[in-house]
């Protein structure tokens, strides 16, 4: 190995051969330069053994012409791939910048020559040194080769075409400093090139000049380099949370979140998890969340806890957020109970996501013990808290609680919307409570400022087809056409189902044709209530036409079967079951029961 060890003053020139100024330089500082598999020969002859030791040279060159130094004429290099020149060995040789199209000359003594010695030094391409002329990859001609990616991850960047600075600052501290402030001036290029240029030559910026850089690149949309900053930051054990977070965020936002997981599950496979804060875990929570995956999200949090770091607010938040939006009750209210064990108060967005919670998944004691909580905390519950509560509790059958919310609801200033008179009138259905339902209706009707929609009429319908006040349904039916509201199916059918309570069969008829009339398509609901009014009605002959118009159907031909057999119609009950096996139609149960009592046995056998 040669060493040289600088104690002379250099004289420096820049590319086109002017002079650029003399420098000193501190004895005794040593550099491990890099090469790019110069062959330096001399007829056959090559010089200096493997690596060497060079005062901040990049690439060590040893230049001659006829025997003799080349000590003012600056080195120009196209390209630097072989060099071929002619020496003795009591020569001495010169040092040069020439990757930079920058001659640096230095004195020094040759050792015994070798025969066909090479550089080779693959241990160090990886190193850069900052140059007092600036100067682009691409003129130099020379693939300058990076790995610097983790074993694991198996990624490899290439950081963007840039220059190298001649530091002349040592200073890590100030260095770093440069690096901060040029990040937050959102100056990409110029920090980057003073963060390669002191990790090159062995300077080492601060964590939060580092974090800074990478923000500034993430947010400029330069990832490629974002990452590779963040591969030489980790290498050199320089990364911290904050860097693992703002790395994560980039991979996510440039790739997507099955990259970022990617990289998460390579970091913990080699073990840099263990540094981990809760702050690179709400990320990565956060990052799952985005993508709606709640399988990821619930393994992050597990992960979190088994590694004994104590969940914060924003952790909590982030959790039952994305829990309730990906349908995931049971996993919510978990957290929610964890929340409360580590002792935190759990905040207003996490009060309504729970409370929406419970309220979908049905559980309206938890959900009327968060509601109370909110009310004792000071927060005010928006209209739709308001409105899932009651609706929670009239679905449950809870109609005196329902309504003492809706007191609460004109208690703080709300006034109650269509969502609310539905789920009071919902309420009292459930309850059994159908009087009670229809008059409500009656006095949302003097409301003002409340729109009548199809949902609050067909709950009065259902009121009344529960009372069978078959005149009631058809005046709340003409008011709904009148209103101009969207006549649907389901009106109809509660109109019917009213007239067939009340032993109206024509006036039933009358409903389906004037149904058709308007164009509403009738379903199996409305045939199977026709069908049962006309049998109590003994319309025979529109129970025959109402039967040829519609499509064969199971549930019809065994409606029509039990209301035969029990008005004692039992030939014309035998007639049907027979015309319902030889289509292919299946008899139910209570179906096949009746005509096993009606029917012979060879014949009995034969249909079923």
């Known amino acids: 190995m040669v060493e040289i060890l600088s104690s002379y003053s250099s004289i420096c020139c820049i590319y086109d051969g002017s002079r650029f100024g003399k420098s000193s330089v501190r004895k005794q500082e040593r550099v491990c330069p890099s090469f790019c598999f110069l062959n330096l020969r001399a007829s056959k002859m090559s010089c200096l053994q493997n690596n060497c030791i060079v005062e901040h040279s990049p690439i060590l060159l040893v230049v001659a012409q006829s025997g003799r130094l080349c000590e003012f004429k600056p080195l120009v290099m196209p390209r630097m791939t072989k060099i071929s020149f002619s020496i003795r060995r009591d020569h001495a040789v010169s040092a040069c910048y020439c990757k930079s199209g920058v001659v640096y000359r ?23 040194l900052p140059l007092g002329s600036p100067v682009i990859q691409q003129e130099l001609g020379v693939e300058i080769m990076h790995d610097l990616s983790c074993s694991n991850l198996e990624r490899q960047f290439q950081l963007s075409e840039g220059k190298f600075l001649f530091l002349e600052e040592q200073d890590e501290e100030l260095l770093s400093k440069r690096i901060l402030i040029l990040s937050r001036l959102n100056k990409v290029k110029s ?21 800074s850089l990478l923000s500034s690149l993430v947010r ?89 770091l104590r969940s914060t607010m924003i952790t909590y938040e982030l959790l039952v957020s994305i829990f309730v939006q990906c349908g995931q009750p049971e996993f919510a209210v978990d957290a929610y109970y964890d929340m409360i064990q580590s002792g935190l108060e759990p905040s207003e967005d996490i009060l309504k996501a729970i409370l929406c919670s419970c309220t979908k998944d049905g559980k309206w004691d ?35 609680l329902a309504f003492k919310v809706y007191n609460l609801l004109k208690s703080v200033g709300h006034r109650p919307d269509g969502y609310t008179w539905s789920a009071l009138l919902c309420a009292l259905y459930r309850s059994n409570r159908y009087a009670d339902a229809i008059q409500l209706f009656e006095g949302i009707k003097t409301e003002q400022d409340v729109d009548l929609n199809a949902h609050l009429y067909n709950m009065a319908l259902m009121s009344c087809r529960r009372l069978g006040l078959w005149e009631r349904s058809l005046q709340l039916l003409w008011q709904m056409e009148k209103s101009g509201i969207q006549m649907s199916t389901t009106s109809y059918n509660h109109v019917i189902s009213a007239c067939e309570v009340s032993r109206e069969p024509k006036v039933a008829l009358q409903v389906y044709r004037h149904m058709i009339q308007r164009k509403c398509a009738p379903d199996t609901f409305t045939y199977l209530s026709l069908i049962r009014s006309c049998i109590w009605g ?12 519609v499509a064969p159907n199971s549930s019809l031909y065994n409606a029509l079967i039990h209301g035969l057999c029990l008005r004692g119609k039992i030939e014309e009950a035998k007639i049907m079951y027979k015309k319902m096996c030889s289509i292919g139609l299946k008899p139910d149960g209570k179906t096949r029961a009746l005509m096993l009592q009606h029917l012979p046995c060879d014949s009995r056998f034969d249909g079923i």
């Open 366 to 400: 938890l959900g009327l013990n968060i509601f109370q909580k909110m009310l004792d905390s000071g927060i005010k519950p928006n209209m739709i808290a308001f409105n899932s509560m009651i609706n929670c509790l009239g679905k449950a059958g809870k109609d005196d």
């Open 220 to 308: 400029n949309g330069s990832h490629n380099d974002a990452l590779k900053v963040f591969e030489i930051m980790n290498k050199k054990g320089m990364a911290t949370s904050h860097t693992f977070s703002l790395v994560l965020k980039a991979v996510a936002s440039a790739q997507g979140c099955n990259s970022a997981l990617e990289m998460f599950k390579a970091l913990e496979e080699e073990g840099i998890s263990k540094t981990f804060d809760v702050i690179v875990y709400n990320t990565m929570i956060s990052i799952c969340g985005k993508a709606r995956n709640w399988i990821e999200t619930e393994r992050t949090w597990r992960k979190l806890r088994q590694n004994a």
């Open 538 to 549: 003994s319309l025979w002959t529109e129970i025959e036409e109402i039967m040829e118009v």
């Open 106 to 128: 230095q004195q020094i003594s040759m050792l015994a020559w070798d025969q066909e010695v090479r550089f080779s030094t693959n241990e160090y391409l990886q190193k850069q």
């Open 191 to 211: 920090a980057l090139e003073m963060f390669t240029s002191m990790t090159a030559s062995g300077l080492r910026p601060n964590a939060h000049a580092c974090n």
